[in-house]
T-cell receptor, first 110, second 115 residues
Framework: QKEVEQDPGPLSVPEGAIVSLNCTYSNSAFQYFMWYRQYSRKGPELLMY????GNKEDGRFTAQVDKSSKYISLFIRDSQPSDSATYLCAMSRRNTPLVFGKGTRLSVIA | NAGVTQTPKFRVLKTGQSMTLLCAQDMNHEYMYWYRQDPGMGLRLIHY???????AKGEVPDGYNVSRLKKQNFLLGLESAAPSQTSVYFCASSYWTGDSNQPQHFGDGTRLSIL
């Protein structure tokens, strides 16, 4: 079993929809959870950073971590065509390199 | 403010040739990383460095070497390129606080084709 599992999609939604992106993981020692967004032919850029469990909100984006279920989510409200990108989850234990999911490709159709 | 800069952006090599990819960061970050990204495989860590003069192996280190002679630079070398090394290579850097993992900042990648 891979340490981090992420559905690659592609996921296609209409503009204005609520998008839910998810990752599951197997290593209960993971403490740091991140979501990156990657546009075509660009490097990943950090969207959300969460330590341990709980929710974090930033504008239209909400990150949730459920350590008991080993499950993290990213919600995008009022999705826009500019949100079309690949979304990568990443997580790690303290002082160890990040482990990335394979990414979910999202298309928001105007 | 450049952030993480990768050189070159594109390169085509013949099998057996050697080359060096350069990564430079201007954020005074301690940690630097090299990844490769292939379709369906996600980002895989090749090597990383926790400080000047130190390097460590990641998930897929075979066929690559690295050096961190200066804090701001991290070099990735291919001694004898193979077609399996055709990929997009990303460099990243991050702070070290001693107490928590900090997010990584990425460059825009080097697209490498080995014929």
């Amino acid at each position: 079993q891979k340490e981090v599992e992420q559905d690659p999609g592609p996921l296609s939604v209409p503009e204005g929809a609520i998008v839910s992106l998810n990752c599951t993981y197997s290593n209960s020692a993971f403490q740091y959870f991140m979501w990156y967004r990657q546009y075509s032919r660009k490097g990943p850029e950090l969207l959300m950073y969460t330590y341990s469990s709980g929710n974090k909100e930033d504008g239209r984006f909400t990150a949730q971590v459920d350590k008991s279920s080993k499950y993290i989510s990213l919600f995008i409200r009022d999705s826009q065509p500019s949100d079309s990108a690949t979304y990568l989850c990443a997580m790690s234990r303290r002082n160890t390199p990040l482990v990335f999911g394979k990414g979910t490709r999202l298309s928001v159709i105007a | 403010n450049a952030g993480v800069t990768q050189t070159p952006k594109f390169r085509v090599l013949k099998t057996g040739q050697s080359m060096t990819l350069l990564c430079a960061q201007d954020m005074n970050h301690e940690y630097m990383y090299w990844y490769r990204q292939d379709p369906g495989m996600g980002l895989r860590l090749i090597h990383y460095s926790v400080g000047e003069g130190t390097t460590a192996k990641g998930e897929v280190p075979d066929g690559y070497n690295v050096s961190r002679l200066k804090k701001q630079n991290f070099l990735l070398g291919l001694e004898s390129a193979a077609p399996s090394q055709t990929s997009v290579y990303f460099c990243a850097s991050s702070y070290w606080t001693g107490d928590s993992n900090q997010p990584q900042h990425f460059g825009d990648g080097t697209r490498l084709s080995i014929l």
